[in-house]
């Protein structure tokens, strides 16, 4: 091998190695070898959650920046977000500590706030709000089922009495049904708009859907624990049952019960209930029966508000729309 | 116990090379044919395997996580798998075993004959100590040649990849999108990375075969030995040190 | 072949003055295998020494001891004062040890081979070391192997060059291992020349390992003799003429005699 030719190959070997670094340099750091230093901003949370070091900084899903460090700041925790300088931040935005998948990374999303608003210049804090996280959901949809339980079981034991002496709902019913007629259509009909206010999902249920954040951030978790929450699964075949049940109980509040023997009262407290209708479409019984006594009819009031709290308390509870969402999401 | 003492005395050994070559570092100009001569051996010499290497690495990377990810509908991340695990971790350690095989078992190979055959008694009769003449043009020129490797190894993966997800029916993804992908989550720090390792790599398996070269005793039949015995403690470290480095630079 | 009588000496007048070497009680072995023990001698500056004894009996592992290759297992080498295997010793005694098969460089040319010390150490332009290894060559008569390696020469070439390889190094201590074997006479006769006028001109100081009778008769000021790893004769080569040592007189003088027990046991065993 001539020497020269040899150095010469050498040499061009070198440029052209030196060439392909330049060039994968230039098109994965868009020419920038130490990263843009940027400016800080800092960010107070009561918890910053699973956020770490280098983890995003999004505004409206673009990357604009990442965690400097996380650290405790008196009675908080402050991260300091990292955000590349041309990116000015309004000083109305505020930062949120968002889920970046269920098993993934969290990151910071800051929202856009108003134009015109003077932006947030180094070192500046910027505010904060507060999404509930992950856990948070999880843990509501596990009070779900004694929330449900309980809110049932006194709903069952005011329709079929306590066993002591005091007549349930449905033998004050029939008392009621012979004994005051008139009362007894004013009282079914609003026991129909409550099942109806159920049954067509008003309410807490219209708000929550009507919220296009939480319901795609479900949306989101749903798909990703779908996947991959293996773990989720045992308290998933909880949710399951019961929605099963919610989903079987369309006409019968009596199918959402857990325990089989109150579903076996409930069923036949609305067997009752279903015979006095009966009764009543025959038009069986007379006016004069209707006899008016105040005592009972208050007691059959204070029964029907009774259950209608309940019935209230499960709509509030919020979760079983979640568990409704989920069903349908799942299955 | 035997062994754990050879293991300690080949490390020691190794550790004194390295500081006796560096102590001569100064003499490297007046070394610098030599300097170009090993520079062939190591980086022009070695590239065709490398080319062809990578190549095929990347490609069946490519469809290895074509194949995998079908069934989740996440194609257009190939690129940046592809693209991340070359740079940080097969592109490296790839070259490193190519240049473990085809240039360290060389050096153990002509240093342990040089050794046999007295040449290396002979240098230092005269004076010329060995790790001076021997050695560290070698260090050096593997340290100037790793990262050149290391960096064509890379883009030469990465088109591969890009070949086969074209070409490949179930993948069909356009190079477009492959490369966007690709440089969407491939920094400059991972290749910089990548090639930080393959610096650690390509001076440690040189230093291990020119010690284990340097090292041989006895007859014509100790220098085979001893070229098996480089290669294999040079993949060894490869793996080994694989893993403390990426440990370090994440 | 070429006399050398003629030609001038390779070497340009050495300024550094000769060094002495002195072996005090060295003692060698492998393991548990003894090579030789307590052996003391000294070697004065200038002086020519050669070092005899029948093969095996450690002549070559003691000259490496005083080439610093090896570390003695005890006693120890001194040259000009400094230990053999010193840096001082590498540093400032110039030594050239001929190996026995040559040990040169397979990757280089004859003429690299010849120029390695000389450009390593800075001794002049490329020019000066051109003219000093081809006047180095040419008194070996290997003139015309300067483009060739060392793989396409024969033994006796080889051993011609590395000699030739030790004169370019203008060595102040020039070690010898079996100069002359492998050397068809003229040649054996040519290196006993060179080794006398490097002695005369530069006062080089040499150590040769031979079992050449004749190479020791011509040109040693002293002879030592090492058997069976004793040192058990240091004296003039006259002395040799009459060796007190039977061992000695068997080794220079052996007689071949079919009757010897020697030969019978051979005979018996095959």
Redesign the interface.
């Known amino acids: 091998m001539n020497n020269a030719q040899q150095t010469a190959r050498v040499g061009l070997f070198f440029l052209l190695g030196v060439a392909l670094i330049w060039v994968t340099y230039e098109t994965l750091s868009g020419g920038k070898l130490f990263r843009d230093q940027g400016y800080t901003l800092i960010a107070g949370f009561d918890d910053v959650k699973d956020l770490k070091k280098g983890d995003d900084v999004r505004m409206a899903g673009v990357k604009i920046g990442s965690i400097d460090l996380t650290r405790l700041d008196g009675r908080r925790a402050v991260a300091v977000l990292r955000v590349d300088s041309g990116v000015l931040i309004p000083r109305d935005a505020t930062a949120t500590i968002y889920m970046a998948g269920l098993l993934g990374s969290n990151y910071v999303g800051i929202g856009m706030g108003t134009a015109g608003v003077p932006p947030l210049s180094d070192g500046q804090e910027i505010s904060t709000t507060v999404t509930p996280d992950f856990n948070t959901i999880m843990s509501e949809l596990g009070n779900l089922g004694k929330k449900l339980d309980g809110a049932l079981g006194s709903f069952s034991s005011a329709m079929n009495g306590d066993g002591k002496g005091n007549g349930g709902l449905i033998q004050n019913l029939d008392h009621l049904v012979t004994d005051n007629r008139d009362k007894i259509g004013a009282t079914l009909s609003n026991l129909q708009s409550v099942s109806e206010k159920i049954n067509n999902g008003e309410g807490t249920l219209g708000k929550l859907v009507n919220d296009p954040d939480l319901h795609d951030q479900l949306l989101a978790a749903i798909n990703e624990l779908k996947a991959t929450a293996t773990q989720a699964n045992s308290f998933m075949a909880n949710a399951q049952g019961i929605v099963d049940h919610v989903k079987s109980g369309q006409g019968s509040l009596g199918m959402l019960l857990y325990d089989p023997q109150s579903a076996e009262n409930l069923r036949v407290a609305v067997q009752d209930f279903r015979d006095v209708s009966d009764k009543l479409a025959k038009g069986q019984g007379t006016l004069g029966k209707l006899i008016s006594d105040d005592s009972l009819y208050l007691s059959a009031q204070s029964t029907m508000k009774k259950a209608d709290r309940a019935l209230d308390g499960m709509t509030d509870s919020g979760p079983i729309t979640a568990v409704g969402i989920v069903a349908n999401a799942l299955f | 116990m035997r062994q754990i003492r050879s293991i300690l005395e080949g490390v020691g050994s190794t550790v004194q090379l390295l500081l006796r070559a560096l102590s001569y570092v100064a003499t490297l100009p007046r070394q610098s044919s030599r300097f170009i001569e090993q520079c062939y051996l190591i980086g022009y010499t070695t590239l065709p395997i490398v080319g062809i290497l990578s190549f095929f690495i990347g490609s069946v990377l490519a469809l290895q996580a074509g194949y995998s990810m079908q069934n989740f509908g996440v194609m257009q991340f190939i690129g940046s798998l592809v693209g991340l695990s070359l740079a940080r971790e097969l592109g490296p350690v790839m070259v490193a075993i190519l240049v473990t095989g085809r240039v360290g078992s060389a050096i153990t190979a002509e240093l342990a004959s040089m050794k046999v055959y007295q040449e290396v008694d002979a240098l230092i009769t005269m004076n010329i100590p060995p790790e001076r003449m021997l050695v560290l043009p070698r260090l050096a020129a593997v340290a100037v040649m790793m990262p050149v490797l290391t960096v064509i190894a890379n883009i030469v993966g990465w088109f591969g990849g890009a070949m086969i997800c074209k070409y490949t029916a179930f993948i069909s993804l356009s190079p477009k999108a492959y490369f966007a992908s690709m440089v969407q989550y491939t920094k400059f720090k991972d290749v910089f990375d990548g090639m930080v390792k393959a610096e650690v790599f390509g001076l440690v398996v040189v230093l291990v075969c020119c010690n284990i070269g340097l090292n041989t005793r006895g007859g014509p039949r100790e220098i085979g030995a001893s070229v098996t015995r480089a290669v294999v403690v040079s993949l060894i470290l490869i793996l080994v040190l694989d893993y403390f480095v990426t440990k370090i630079l994440i | 072949m070429a006399s050398p009588a003629s030609q001038p000496n390779p070497l340009p007048a050495a300024e550094s003055p000769a060094v002495g070497v002195s072996v005090e009680a060295l003692s060698k072995s492998y393991g548990k295998l003894d090579v030789f023990k307590d052996v003391t001698f000294a070697v004065e500056p200038g002086e020519i020494f050669v070092l005899m004894g029948p093969s095996g009996s450690g002549k070559s592992v003691l000259l ?1 001891q005083v ?3 090896e570390t003695p297992t005890s006693g120890r080498v001194m040259i000009d004062g400094h230990d053999a295997g010193s840096a001082e010793t ?2 400032h005694v ?4 001929v ?1 026995q ?1 040559g ?5 280089l040319s004859v003429y690299d081979n010849l120029a ?2 000389p450009r ?2 800075q001794m002049g332009t490329e020019d000066q070391i051109r003219e000093k290894v081809m006047r180095a060559l040419e008194i070996l008569s290997l003139g015309k192997t300067a483009e060739t390696f060392p793989s396409q020469l024969s033994g006796g070439m080889k051993k011609r060059v590395a000699i030739a390889r030790a004169l370019v ?1 203008e060595p102040q201590l020039l ?1 010898y291992d079996e100069p002359t074997s492998e050397l068809d006479p003229v040649m054996s006769a040519t290196i006993d020349e060179i080794i006398g006028s490097l002695r005369k001109e530069y006062h080089v100081t040499s150590v040769v390992v031979s079992h050449d009778c004749d190479l020791a008769l011509s040109i040693a000021d002293r002879v030592g003799f090492l058997m069976d790893g004793r040192l058990v004769h240091v004296g003039k080569p006259a002395d040799l003429r009459e060796p007190a040592d039977p061992r000695i007189a068997e080794f220079l003088n052996p007689k071949i005699d079919v009757g010897n027990p020697r030969f019978k046991k051979i005979h018996t065993e095959t």
């Open positions: 490496r080439a610093g290759l590498r540093e110039r030594r050239a040890l190996f098969a040990a040169l460089f397979n990757s390695l010390y390593e150490h190094m070690l």
